[in-house]
T-cell receptor
Framework: AQKVTQAQTEISVVEKEDVTLDCVYETRDTTYYLFWYKQPPSGELVFLIRRNSFDEQNEISGRYSWNFQKSTSSFNFTITASQVVDSAVYFCAPGTGANNLFFGTGTRLTVIP | EAQVTQNPRYLITVTGKKLTVTCSQNMNHEYMSWYRQDPGLGLRQIYYSMNVEVTDKGDVPEGYKVSRKEKRNFPLILESPSPNQTSLYFC????????????FGDGTRLSIL
């Protein structure tokens, strides 16, 4: 069974501040995948990043960076120099495949201009 | 343009009146699924399909039916809708491979009175 915890229900930051969204998961699987999705106010779900459990190399993509630590079962997401357009609900979703993907309850990020 | 199309986007109906939410993808994806999103619960999988004529239950299948007669279409059927099925529904598709991200439709907001 898998469990994912996004303990931060809502976060507010002032524009240009950095913000980190936490994701902690539980799994007994040795091979799994971790996804982050963004849901802006318009409602659609946008894929952001995928990591494999056997690849702990962290990644930076523009203002986004991800910190995957298998030892602590965490897959955190950082936005640097936040912008108003970053305001959205962010979902962490670990799983062993598309038919076994567990979504967290989401973190609502509000960036205040 | 690669996309997952859901219809209708919004529907208000009454208890017991059968309804169908259509989902179509133009990416030739093998895998399709349906989720419902409720406040505080994140996204929960209703049904999924690994390919044509292959469907299986997700976490919350009660009260729903699906079919996969063609690769591109995966309709969600509520034979006798009830108020507890009022929710935001998402259809998703992905190509084969456990590490493939899912592409989501824009969502269908159902209200069952």
């Amino acid at each position: 069974a898998q469990k994912v915890t996004q303990a931060q229900t809502e976060i507010s930051v002032v524009e240009k501040e950095d913000v980190t969204l936490d994701c902690v998961y539980e799994t007994r699987d040795t091979t799994y995948y971790l996804f982050w999705y963004k849901q802006p106010p318009s409602g659609e779900l946008v894929f952001l990043i995928r990591r494999n459990s056997f690849d702990e190399q962290n990644e930076i993509s523009g203002r986004y960076s991800w910190n995957f630590q298998k030892s602590t079962s965490s897959f955190n997401f950082t936005i640097t120099a936040s912008q108003v357009v970053d305001s959205a609900v962010y979902f962490c979703a670990p799983g062993t495949g598309a038919n076994n993907l567990f979504f967290g309850t989401g973190t609502r990020l509000t960036v205040i201009p | 343009e690669a996309q997952v199309t859901q219809n209708p986007r919004y529907l208000i109906t009454v208890t017991g009146k059968k309804l169908t939410v259509t989902c179509s993808q133009n990416m030739n994806h093998e895998y399709m699924s349906w989720y419902r999103q409720d406040p505080g619960l994140g996204l929960r999988q209703i049904y999924y399909s690994m390919n044509v004529e292959v469907t299986d239950k997700g976490d919350v299948p009660e009260g729903y039916k699906v079919s996969r007669k063609e690769k591109r279409n995966f309709p969600l059927i509520l034979e006798s809708p009830s108020p507890n099925q009022t929710s935001l529904y998402f259809c998703a598709s992905s190509s084969q491979g456990n590490n493939q991200p899912q592409h989501f439709g824009d969502g269908t907001r159902l209200s069952i009175l």
